[in-house]
């Protein structure tokens, strides 16, 4: 089955269509902030905690409530202390804003401790894909190692170079690792999965001055955010996540080993479509989605059924876009040349003109 997430998401030319002259397109603010609702923060938290993210450092009682446990509080250690996005459009009020609604208005992620939330993630995954709902958690477990350089070590007699201690050791030095893996505590031999967790960078003027903004918004009501800021889903699937999944995946293939990613739900519906497979065992990677109920306090996260696919089903996916005709392309070359040189397009081909190579900018 071919399941298109890319219809799901937000129509930013309808969504355009629907704002008057007199109003500004909607723009991304936090969705929570220090592991609280901007929604239901009034004036005074907003301010405290504006200056509070504009510190040098986080103050001993800033924890994170999705990493802290009863017996192990943790530090909130992002800068800033945003945990997510949202989308916010103007009210009447012209400088006060309201979140969006609908799928448009959803969470989106930008820090990866938020999917930590009370073990949920690692509670649907264990049950998935290792047979436990309390599957054991390690953390950061390296993968990848860098191979000894040509040219270190002995050959025969002739000593080609002096070895390291790591290279005498057997030790060689890590360069990859697995976010997570979970493991069945209870069936030998061993049974486990890998897991990734990908939250979305954003695009845009520096947080900082959102948290400026915040802190001296005399309005009523929410500030209607300063600037505008993006998710930026291409940086953080196709450019981070696939080539993650490209290097892991073959060699847990091999392994006999499945690999799960957990994304929310923003992020899946800003992927491409993908062929999904109807067992797990043909399957390479499950996709985990988060989703957020917000008529909870705290906001809970929530997970449903896993999306089984192949690697090359996520790598297509990731993708997501098909590529141009060679007359298109061609025509966006002779766009950015402008004035400054010519092309001549010929079909089957196309020749480079003659004159100085300039390093044209990118739109």
């Known amino acids: 089955m071919r399941i298109k997430f890319a219809e799901m998401g937000v129509n930013q030319a309808a969504m355009k269509k629907s704002v008057s002259k007199n109003e500004m397109a909607p723009r991304f603010g936090i969705g929570e902030w220090y592991g609280q609702s901007f929604l239901r923060l009034d004036r005074t938290k907003r301010r405290r905690l504006a200056e509070i993210a504009m510190g040098p450092d986080h103050p001993i009682e800033m924890q994170c409530p999705f990493l802290s446990r009863p017996d192990k509080p943790r530090r909130c250690w992002k800068k800033g202390g945003v945990c997510s996005l949202r989308l916010y459009k103007q009210t009447g009020h012209g400088s006060s804003a309201e979140a969006v609604s609908g799928q448009e208005g959803d969470l989106r992620v930008v820090c990866p401790s938020r999917f ?7 509670h649907s995954v264990g049950s998935a894909l290792v047979g436990t709902s309390q599957p054991r958690i390690v953390k950061e477990v390296r993968f990848l190692q860098r191979p000894q350089p ?10 080609v170079a002096e070895e390291s201690d790591e290279a005498r050791s057997g030790v060689r030095e890590d360069v990859g690792n697995i976010d997570c893996v979970l493991v069945h505590p209870d069936v030998p031999p061993m049974r486990w999965c890998a897991l990734e967790i990908q939250a979305v960078y954003f695009s845009g ?15 009523s009501g929410l500030p209607f955010p300063d600037r505008v800021r993006r998710p930026d889903y291409r940086s953080s699937g196709p450019k981070r996540l696939m080539p993650q999944l490209q290097i ?6 091999r392994w006999g080993k499945k690999m799960a990613v957990v994304v929310d739900a923003a992020f899946f519906r800003n992927l491409g479509s993908m062929r999904t497979v109807s067992d797990l065992s043909n399957a390479d990677i499950a996709w985990f989605v988060a989703s957020f109920d917000e008529t909870r306090d705290p ?18 996916g990731l993708t997501g876009g098909q590529p141009v005709s060679l007359m298109e392309f061609e025509a966006k070359i002779t766009e950015k040349l402008g004035n400054d040189g010519e092309v001549t397009a010929r079909r089957g081909g196309a020749e480079s003109a003659t004159g100085p190579i300039q390093v044209l900018p990118d739109e």
């Open 150 to 159: 040509i040219g270190t070590g002995q050959m025969g007699n002739n000593p």
């Open 205 to 219: 003027e520096k947080m900082r001055l959102l948290f400026e903004h915040i802190r001296n918004f005399a309005g």
């Open 248 to 253: 892991k995946v073959p060699t847990l293939r």
């Open 116 to 122: 930590d939330q009370a073990e949920t993630i690692y």
């Open 299 to 316: 906001i809970r996260l929530m997970m449903g059924s896993p999306y089984n696919v192949t690697l090359e089903g996520a790598v297509e």
